[in-house]
């Protein structure tokens, strides 16, 4: 099972919520589409995290990968080039293929290099 599952239905228990609690931060109408994500059976994108790390409390990262590490402003302008990649190209994105290029625009900058929308059209059209 994955670590963000099991913090989460952590938190989730120590809160008394319920997968259907959960649901509509997530983006779902019950409970059942939620624990889908719950067994590993589907996969939430980076918005349905972000929706239930904000519905638990957490940070994405805490949520994520146990701390509160990541650079939470950043991590959001990365997401966002990436969506806006996405819209201007027409392309529409696995969950994981996005996570990857917020995850590698974001190291980029943690590397003081500056991302910019650029750097998100060139990477999306590497997945073109």
């Known amino acids: 099972m994955e670590d963000w599952i099991k913090r989460a239905k952590k938190l989730m228990k120590d809160q008394s919520l319920t997968q259907k609690d959960v649901a509509d931060s997530m983006g779902k109408t019950t409970g059942g589409a939620v624990g889908h994500y719950f067994t590993g059976r589907s996969t939430p994108n980076i918005k349905q995290m972000k929706g239930l790390a904000n519905k638990l409390g957490v940070s994405f990262s805490k949520l994520v990968d146990g701390h509160d590490v990541v650079d939470e402003e950043l991590l959001d302008e990365c997401l966002q080039l990436v969506e806006q990649a996405e819209h201007e190209t027409g ?30 059209l060139e990477l999306i059209k590497l997945y073109s």
């Open 91 to 120: 392309l529409n994105l696995s969950p994981k293929q996005s996570a990857k290029m917020v995850t590698y625009l974001y190291r980029l900058s943690k590397d003081g290099q500056k991302v910019t929308n650029k750097n998100a």
